[in-house]
């Protein structure tokens, strides 16, 4: 394989452009080597990454952009994830695995990231808005 | 994502195929136990044997199904989560929550 292969997609804050980002996820996965079920694991931790930077992020405001550049390499997947909006702090976020949170409507979609991709990183943007990188690696050997 | 009732007994058993996510499978899973609470139904099995993922909005849509049915007095039981699913709700630790069956017969006597 090349050294790196990349699509990048700047998108409008829509719920209803999840599942395209979804699926672009999955294929760059599999051009990185991933099986389908590792393919459809990454899809789904970058498909949180997005409701998180379209629905909570930008509040599904079309007028805010969501860029996504998802990249397949020699060493694996990764995604770049950039949105609009306020920003938060993940270390805040509580665990949704306590007892006391069990029955929380939402806030599992760091959970469900964290469990399917090696590393993510969460920082600020200068200007405004949040980016999220999180990294597959293909395991070797 | 399709959804199909069918009423044995007491019990509504709620057969969904497909995904249960953002903006789509949420909301048809949503306004299908709605129309059942609110059409007197207290006790609802979800056949979950033709889902193949949920994002956590359907995981969201899950629990506040479970919820809801508290509410009435009633409860929400879970049908043969399929591998992925089954997954998610390990990860998530709502196996705790929901009482989960492999055989629908047992499922249904235990309401």
Known sequence: MASSTSLRLVLSSEVRLIDLIHQSAEKVAQLAGFDEDEALNIGLAVREGAINAIVHGNRSDPNLEVNITLRASDEGFSAHITDEGEGFDPDAAPDPTEEDNLLATSGRGMLLMRAFVDDIVYSRREARGMEVTMTKRRTTG | ?111
């Open chain 2, 1 to 111: 994502m399709k959804v199909g009732v069918r009423n044995i007994g007491h019990v509504a058993v709620v057969d969904l195929a497909g995904k249960i996510t953002i903006g789509e499978g949420d909301v048809v899973l949503r306004e299908k136990v709605n129309e059942l609470f609110d059409g007197g139904q207290q006790h609802v099995l979800l056949n979950l044997e033709k889902v193949s993922y949920m994002d956590s909005a359907g995981i969201g849509e899950l629990v506040a199904c479970y919820k809801r049915a508290k509410e009435k007095g009633g409860t929400v039981k879970l049908l043969n989560p399929s591998g992925k699913v089954f997954d998610l709700l390990q990860l998530t630790k709502l196996e705790e929550v929901f009482e989960t069956y492999r055989d629908e017969k047992e499922a249904l006597v235990s309401f």
